[in-house]
């Protein structure tokens, strides 16, 4: 067990459609990244906040946003779904201390299937 | 930017066999480098890391890896295979300056046969 909680495990929608996915990081972790991993492109970066601040961004579209909670829990919005979008979403949370050792420490994935 | 390249989608190895999974990186700094290993219906578990120091690194599971500038490699190996290390294994790149962001690499998928 990671210590990081996503949820739901298992989404079933529409094209046309938007969703939340959640994600709890590890007890004192104050960065929260969010990967997509589908088969064709693989694990693809998406976006970082630390501390409730936005630090990275990667491919992540314009129909996705994310935020982070005071309470350092973090969102991802996925909205106007594509078939395209299905794809197993991954968060991860760092070391509260770590400047960048590069361990991250990942949930079990939400699992989206856009029909 | 920073990218790894994973050669072999798919390695078969028999129970007792050398595993040996290649990584190659491009970096134009020194780079920070990471095996991951994700099990089905699993998230992703650090295996092992390279981070400047030893360019031979011990991880979990009997893994270990070697960091070599000159080949700008960072190949996993494992003495003998065992059933449970059947997973796909994942090697990534962290820009020393970038904040713990993590580029992966394409994966392999590890099979173990009797």
């Known amino acids: 067990d990671s210590g990081v909680t996503q949820t739901p495990k298992h989404l079933i929608t529409a094209t046309g459609q938007r969703v939340t996915l959640r994600c709890s990081p590890r007890s004192g972790d104050l960065s929260v990244y969010w990967y997509q991993q589908s088969l064709d492109q693989g694990l693809q970066f998406l976006i970082q906040?630390?501390?409730?601040?936005?630090?990275a961004k990667g491919n992540i579209l314009e129909r996705f946003s994310a935020q982070q909670f005071p309470d350092l829990h973090s969102e991802l919005n996925l909205s106007s779904l594509e078939l395209g979008d299905s794809a197993l979403y991954f968060c991860?949370?760092?070391?509260?201390?770590?400047?960048?050792?590069?361990?991250?420490?990942f949930g079990e994935g939400s699992r989206l299937t856009v029909l | 930017a920073q990218s790894v390249t994973q050669l072999g989608s798919h390695v078969s190895v028999s129970e007792g066999a050398l595993v040996l999974l290649r990584c190659n990186y491009s970096?134009?700094?020194?780079?920070?480098l990471f095996w991951y290993v994700q099990y089905p219906n699993q998230g992703l578990q650090l295996l092992l890391k390279?981070?400047?120091?030893?360019?031979l690194v011990k991880g979990i599971n009997g893994f270990e890896a070697e960091f070599k500038k000159s080949e700008t490699s960072f190949h996993l190996t494992k003495p003998s295979a065992h059933m449970s290390d059947a997973a796909e294994y994942f090697c990534a790149v962290s820009d020393p300056g970038g904040g713990n962001k993590l580029t992966f690499g394409t994966g392999t998928q590890l099979k173990v046969e009797l």
């Open positions: 991860a949370s760092s070391l509260r201390t770590s400047a960048n050792t590069g361990e991250l420490f």
């Open positions: 970096s134009s700094v020194p780079p920070y």
């Open positions: 390279y981070t400047s120091a030893a360019t």
């Open positions: 906040y630390y501390n409730g601040e936005e630090r």
